[in-house]
């Protein structure tokens, strides 16, 4: 029951544009502030809460799970494209921005996977 999880993300969508119009509003901007990013963690935080556990049991839970894991990458590429089309428009101070966080991105990544090992018990390999 794809259904399920269709309602799901589109109740997580709605209620994340509304968020992020809001904190436009808020900040003077007009634009959407991170609505898309905030449906995306709301729709995480949804699928694992204990509310909608007895929903992800049977098959509606294939469809809950299918959208929750198909979400994230495709607003990412969405993103993405948005981002690059914005930074040539912005000229070379907003490509040094992009290339500039990808880099920190990238130096990070060695950082954030030692955070989540595990130390290594007496006589083990790491």
Known sequence: MIVYGVALLSVCLILGMIVGDTLGV????E???GGVGI???LLVLASNSDRF????????G??????????IPIV????ARQNVAAAV???MLALLAGVAAVAVS???VPVLSKMGKAPAAKGEEA
């Not at 808020?26 to 901007?29: H, S």
């Not at 556990?53 to 509606?60: I, N, P």
């Open 26 to 29: 808020l900040l003077g901007v």
């Open 31 to 33: 634009a959407n502030v």
């Open 39 to 41: 449906a995306m963690l």
């Open 53 to 60: 556990k007895s929903l992800t049991h049977d098959a509606a």
């Open 62 to 71: 294939s469809g809950i799970h299918f959208w929750s894991a198909m979400y």
């Open 76 to 79: 990412v590429a969405m993103a």
């Open 89 to 91: 428009d912005g000229g």
């Open 106 to 108: 990238f130096a990070l």
